[in-house]
Structures are given as C-alpha cells and as structure tokens.
Nanobody, 117 residues
Framework: VQLVESGGGLVQPGGSLRLSCAAS????????IRWYRQAPGKERELVAA????????NYADSVKGRFTLYKDNARNSVHLQMNSLKPEDTAVYYC???????????WGQGTQVTVSS
C-alpha cells in the first residue's frame, strides 16, 4: 500500500489549494480515505473522510463549507479542495486509509500547507 500526497504550498489567507493523494497497492474503491492534519505542537486531527465508493463525506466543523473532498476511483486518487484558507489551516496534511483486518493504518508522507500573508 502506498499513499503519496501532493499539492501543498504557501498561500495567502482567503486563497485556495487542492491537495491530491495518489494510491496504489490495494483495491482503491473498497477503502475509505481520510485526510488528517497536524500543526506544530498540536495533535493530529481528522479533517475530512470519504467512503470507498465516494458517495458519502464527513468534515470537521472547522472546515465545513470551505473544504471539499472527492474521490476518483478510476484514477486511484482523492482530492481535497481547500477554499477560503485561514492561518489556522496551516499544518502538514496526511492522507490515510485503514485495513480492517488485521487492523492497520496506512499513511502518506504528508504535504505542508502554510497560510500566511
């Protein structure tokens, strides 16, 4: 299983970024995908999640209405569109999937998002 994030960078407050997670090594459409983020000195937090088929999503309250997560099962990729970015969105963003049995989490290497003027 391999997850590779891309799309991070430096953006001004109010700007937009699109993060991508390219997956390989497993049947992508069978697995939920999650995005987490971790800011310096803080615990990793769940930002958004999408089901295997891509029909259902959930978002943290802090990003609802600003972030949109969608899944492209044909290309084994998932994308997090982030609009109206705020300085508090600054963090390393990680793509995650979870095997149910034996239970194991898989993580990408992370991509840095910095929101600053």
């Amino acid at each position: 299983v391999q997850l590779v994030e891309s799309g991070g960078g430096l953006v001004q407050p109010g700007g937009s970024l699109r993060l991508s997670c390219a997956a390989s090594g497993f049947t992508f459409s069978n697995y939920d995908i999650r995005w987490y983020r971790q800011a310096p000195g803080k615990e990793r937090e769940l930002v958004a999640a999408i089901t295997g088929a891509g029909y259902s999503t959930n978002y943290a309250d802090s990003v609802k209405g600003r972030f949109t997560l969608y899944k492209d099962n044909a290309r084994n990729s998932v994308h997090l569109q982030m609009n109206s970015l705020k300085p508090e969105d600054t963090a390393v963003y990680y793509c995650n999937t979870r095997r149910s049995w034996p239970p194991r989490d898989y993580w990408g290497q992370g991509t840095q998002v910095t929101v600053s003027s």
